[in-house]
């Protein structure tokens, strides 16, 4: 059963999906932490809620790097999975933790990524280019934004007249789907590199 820390600066639906999930027995993991920058998130009383140990990031605090890493080798971290965390990983935690933190994006990467590219923001800029197929991507995380290697994509279409909100609640359905199916695949050993990039064999 591998040990699962997440992420989260706002709602959390993934992270609610992904508990539900472990809790019925369809992913083979344990969420054992959670981490967040904002100490107002749902995600954060969510974790509360349910007596998974947490803490609160202060990205300004010189130990910030330091107080992170003992709180995941505290609790043996196996994987970590941002579900709507909005800052940037610390490098070390990022070299210490190579390519075992993922990310959903809400849209088809590269295209629509990177710093402030998060949320409604990404929607918006979908619908304002008139591109007529957006989706999500689930990524490895590096040192920048979004620009990890991709474990897996899937498309929605867009209507002519579907609206940034409209688009978001569509993207947001098949995150629901991909997500927690990627942390199970991972979970269960599935996913293999190949030619130097991520794939799931099931």
């Known amino acids: ?64 790097t330091k107080d992170l890493i003992e709180f995941l080798k505290f609790h043996v971290v196996e994987l970590i999975v941002l579900a709507g965390y909005i800052k940037l990983i610390p490098s070390k935690v990022v070299e210490m933790y190579e390519n ?31 591109v007529k197929y957006s989706g999500v991507s689930v990524h490895f995380v590096n040192n920048n934004f979004d620009e990890g290697k991709i474990i897996t994509q899937q498309m ?8 940034p909100t409209e688009i978001a609640e569509k993207v947001l359905k098949i995150e629901h789907q991909v997500y927690p199916e990627v942390i199970k695949q991972i979970c269960n050993n599935n996913l293999k590199w190949i030619n130097n990039k991520p794939w799931i064999l099931k």
């Open 100 to 130: 075992k933190i993922i990310n959903i994006h809400p849209a088809l990467l590269p295209a629509f990524g990177g710093k402030g590219c998060y949320g409604m923001n990404v929607h918006i800029k979908v619908w304002e280019s008139g």
């Open 156 to 163: 929605v279409s867009i209507l002519q007249n579907d609206t």
């Open 1 to 64: 059963m591998k040990k699962i820390a997440i992420f989260a600066s706002g709602k959390g639906s993934n992270f609610e999906v992904i508990y539900s999930k472990i809790k019925l027995g369809e992913i083979n993991g344990e969420i054992v932490c959670f981490i967040t920058n904002n100490p107002n998130s749902l995600a954060l009383q969510f974790a509360e809620k349910n007596n998974i140990p947490s803490i609160i990031v202060d990205l300004i605090n010189q130990s910030y």
